[in-house]
Structures are given as C-alpha cells and as structure tokens.
C-alpha cells in the first residue's frame, strides 16, 4: 500500500508542472496583407434573363486579400458600377467579408450563397440590394480574375479579366507544343483580337509548318447571356517571331475568312472556328476561368 500511495504522489507532484505547458503564450500571426486592382483589366456582362445580356461595361473591382497559413478572407468593392442601361446612377458598393474555399500564395477562390451590400465608405449595410450566389477566383500569377453574383435576384453579374485563356496542363503557357488559346477583348469597342499557339493547318494532304503564335484581330464581340460571340471576315492575321515571339508581321497569305467563335464564361469553355490557306481550323477547349472542377459542378452552383 505504501509504494501504491508513494507512486500516486509522485504523478500528483509531475500534474502542475505538465499543465504549465498549456501557458506557455501562442504567438498571434500577421496576415499578410494584398490589394489587387482590376481596373481595366475587366469587362463585366450583365444579364436579366437566361436568354440575352441586357448590358454591357468596363468595370472597376478591387479584391482585398488578408492571408495566413490557415485561412483567406476576400472583400471586394465595386467602383461605379451599374447593373442595367435604366440606373439613374452608378452604385459603388463593398461585398461583406468572404472566407476563402481555397487558397495558396498565387490563387485564391471564394464562395458564398449571401452576403452584405455595403457602403463602400462607412461599412453600413444598403438593405436595397441583396448579393447572392458569389463566387470569385483569382490567379495573380496568369492574370486570372472572375467573378460573378446575382444582385436582387433579378441581374447577374458576369466578370472576367479582359485577357481570357485557355486552360494548359499546370497552367504553362511557354509550353512549346501544346495548343492554347488567348482572348483579348475590348468592351469599349466591342472588338477582340485571338492569339492561338502552336497550330498547324492540313490542306488537302498537306500539312503548314508549324506556326508557334498567330493572332486574328478586330473581332466583332456580341454579348450573350453566358459571355460573347465572336465573328469576323477578311481578316489579315499577324505572325510573330522573334525570341520572344513579340515581332508581329501581317500575313496576308493567311488571309481568314468566316470566323466564328463563342466565349461561354459559366461553362468555362470555347469554341474557334474559321478558314484559312485553303482549309479550316475547327477548336473547342476548356478556358482558364476557374479552378479545376469539372463545368457541370460549376454551372450548377452558378446558375442554382
């Protein structure tokens, strides 16, 4: 019984000093701290209805980033932004705070079902306008930013950076063969012009070298109720060269001839076609718009 009581005593004594350990102070970590400014670099579509875009701007968002090691927080503001051609006036407005779904030091994606429309100045709720169904994603490294949310239930909004890619395996896009796609569009004009990597013509039962970076340029844009279509005819297309391939030389050989083509920003997809030399390009892919999920999911949350 003695050596039971001796050894009860013994763990009795060791309990202060093991639960000293649990005081020892934790060290608080810095968020670190990001403002990405999208000006200029965004086209915003906006719809009413599933079958048509009622209005078209270039707009003005900014994304607020504080970042640690186990979680992101996103707020976004919107600059002068207007959500149909009827609006008096331009709101400018701040989404409440949103916990990022994933996150590492280049790309951050955030979701959620509701949140606050805030004075962007004062931080006041504005109970006029109910943001719903938000999801963002940005890639800071490719230059990749989209967002889109619904405003009352009546108009959504449709997001995108104006350079809009396709989607290449680990996103390298100096990937010397693999066949990629490069949008740039210009909502001020409604034009664009597509660079496309890579690609080789079959004429006949011939083949073309192959041509490392072409572009096609002053598209005709068309808004739709899911992005844009494309569409041109007698184009001169430019070829580049040079180490870097930024030496452009007009190409009128090459001359295109009915393009056609369809941006679809909820179902982060593309389709080119147009013909060429005497034969034709035909290409359908997934664009860089999101992170890797299938379009089916994302469709879903974006339309539900």
Not at 147 to 174: E, F, M, P
Not at 237 to 257: H, R
Request: proline share 4%.
């Amino acid at each position: 019984m003695k050596k039971f009581i001796l050894s009860f005593a013994l763990v009795l004594m060791a309990l202060p000093f093991t639960s000293c350990t649990d005081d020892e102070p934790v060290i608080q970590e810095e968020p670190v701290k990001e403002t990405i400014q999208g000006k200029d670099l965004i086209s915003s579509t906006i719809t009413l209805s599933q079958n048509e875009a009622t209005y078209i701007e270039t707009a003005d968002y900014t994304f607020n980033i504080e970042r640690t090691s186990k979680e992101a927080i996103v707020s976004v503001v919107a600059n002068d932004v207007k959500f149909d051609s009827h609006m008096p006036y331009a709101v400018t407005f701040a989404m409440e705070s949103i916990k990022a779904t994933t996150f590492d030091e280049n790309t951050i994606e955030f979701h959620a079902s509701s949140v606050k429309f805030l004075d962007a100045t004062t931080g006041e709720e504005n109970t006029r306008y109910k943001l719903t169904d938000v999801h963002g994603y940005i890639d800071k490294k490719n230059g990749v930013y989209s967002l889109v949310y619904t405003v009352n239930g009546t108009w959504k909004v449709l997001v995108t950076s104006s350079t809009i890619r396709s989607r290449v395996a680990d996103n390298d896009y100096t990937a010397p063969t693999d066949i990629y796609y490069i949008y740039k569009i210009d909502v001020a004009t409604m034009k664009a012009e597509v660079f496309l990597h890579n690609i080789q013509f079959k004429v006949g039962g011939a083949s073309s070298p192959v041509l490392k970076k072409i572009s096609i340029p002053d598209l005709d844009v068309t808004p739709t109720a899911t992005g844009f279509d494309l569409s041109g005819d007698n184009i001169v297309p430019f070829n580049y060269s040079g180490t870097n391939l930024d030496q452009a030389t007009p190409m009128p050989p090459m001359n295109v001839t009915n393009y056609n083509g369809k941006i679809d920003l909820i179902e982060s997809m593309h389709t080119i076609y147009f013909n060429s030399m005497g034969g034709e390009w035909d290409g359908f892919s997934a664009l860089y718009l999101w992170r890797k999920i299938s379009a089916n999911d994302l469709s879903q949350q974006l339309t539900n």
